[in-house]
């Protein structure tokens, strides 16, 4: 499939207009649906990963056609992240599926590390003071100095490789912005962690364990997804160290995801050792950050992954989350008609979109921007064992007729039945 700069421009004008119509008073909000947790009853803003997303997007989008709406779309979100920080460097409701609490990782890192590469290219030197001082509360919340790395928690041992590639690659932005290269040695450490949990043979050469408790063994769960994150972080530390060790991890990562990827483009949501997987959910809007490191390797889209993406968009503009939520516990349930967070689109995952086709367009644009064309529509879905109507409109999402989410408002409304 080839795409057209027409046809990018017309997905991501559609999708603009969609976040807008998921901004509150403090920020970009809605619910959450995620393999973890989901989150559908809080939905207010989340300053958390999605503004890796949305900034580095914006700020992709602005490069290539100066358009300054698109300067004030990021100027708009990096002041949710300088007025949602508070005094010890935290971002507030920055836990995504487990907002509205704070210290979330890798979201503290990812959105400041969209807050670098924004500033940076804005020249807003507030920003870039408040990614610093959210990085310097990291470092005093996480970094473990015996075991000499990050802790996924405070005092607890354990290490995830793919939060540490997001906070490896805030610390080189942040290395690179202030000149201060006091910076990479906590990089190093963070990024080398990545590294040492990187299947070395077998099926599944090059993936990355998902969590190491005892800072020593990988669980043996792959997440193509989260492997798709470490990517761009690899290769930005290969460049700021000039060792292609970390190259040859990423190349040894796209690897896994070549082999992986299913017929109709997706991805199964776990791969484990020992040869079995969890096929579903499978992901769709967070298929992007799986495309983009294919972008980023400097490698051709999978065509098929591609279409299958941009076909999924919404009629309000959004894209859907994935497919197969409801085998996530059943795993023969059915799924015609989709779960309903299957459907429902979410600004963290969509977020993620918005950066993977903002950086596929050519610069400089010949194209004008186009008029986005979106509407409100209806869907039929099944939420716990009952089929009702989806419902989305520019102001909020309606689950049959008990229970609804205003997208101004910071939680949901009704009953969930």
């Known amino acids: 499939m080839t795409v057209s700069s027409k046809h990018l421009m017309d997905a991501l004008a559609r999708l603009d207009a969609w976040l807008q119509t998921m901004r509150q008073d403090k920020g970009y909000g809605g619910p959450v649906a995620h393999w973890w947790r989901d989150q559908f009853l809080y939905t207010g803003p989340g300053l958390d990963w999605r503004y890796e997303g949305i900034l580095v997007g914006y700020s992709e989008l602005w490069t290539k056609t100066n358009n300054p709406v698109w300067l004030q779309r990021i100027q708009q979100a990096t002041n949710d992240l300088k007025a949602g920080q508070m005094a010890d460097g935290n971002f507030m409701m920055s836990e995504f599926e487990r907002n509205p609490g704070t210290l979330g990782t890798p979201h503290e890192a990812a959105a400041s590390l969209g807050l670098l590469k924004s500033s940076v290219l804005t020249g807003d030197e507030k920003g870039v003071v408040a990614a610093r001082r959210n990085i310097s509360h990291l470092i005093s919340q996480l970094w473990d100095p015996d075991s000499h790395g990050f802790n996924d928690r405070p005092s ?132 992007a950050d799986i495309l983009y490191a294919f972008h980023v390797m400097g490698r051709s889209v999978p065509p098929i992954s591609l279409e299958r993406l941009l076909t999924s968009q919404l009629p309000s503009g959004g894209f859907p989350t994935g497919v197969g939520f409801s085998r996530k516990a059943h795993s023969r349930a059915s799924l015609i008609p989709p779960d309903y967070r299957d459907m429902t689109p979410v600004t963290g995952w969509n977020d993620k979109v918005l950066r993977l086709l903002a950086s596929l367009l050519p610069s400089p644009l010949a194209d004008e921007w186009p008029v986005p064309q979106t509407e409100a529509y209806s869907h039929q879905v099944r939420m716990n064992g009952h089929t009702i109507v989806f419902t989305e409109t520019a102001e909020r999402f309606g689950y049959g007729t008990q229970w609804s989410i205003v997208k101004s408002e910071p939680w949901a409304r009704g009953i969930i039945s």
């Open 156 to 287: 607890t041992p354990g290490r995830v490789p793919n939060k540490l590639a997001t906070l490896s690659h805030a610390l080189c932005l942040l290395a690179e912005s202030t000149g201060d290269t006091s910076w990479l040695d906590y990089t190093r450490a963070a990024i080398d962690d990545v590294l040492r949990f990187q299947v070395p043979e077998g099926q599944y050469a090059g993936a990355i364990h998902q969590y190491a408790a005892d800072n020593r063994h990988g669980d043996g769960r792959l997440f193509p997804f989260y492997n798709a994150r470490c990517v761009e972080p690899l290769v930005v530390a290969s460049r700021v160290f000039e060792e292609t060790k970390y190259l040859a991890a990423a190349e040894k990562i796209m690897g896994f995801l070549e082999h992986t990827m299913t017929p109709e483009g997706l991805w199964p949501q776990i791969c484990y050792l020992s040869g079995k997987r969890a096929e579903y959910p499978r992901w769709i809007a967070g298929t």
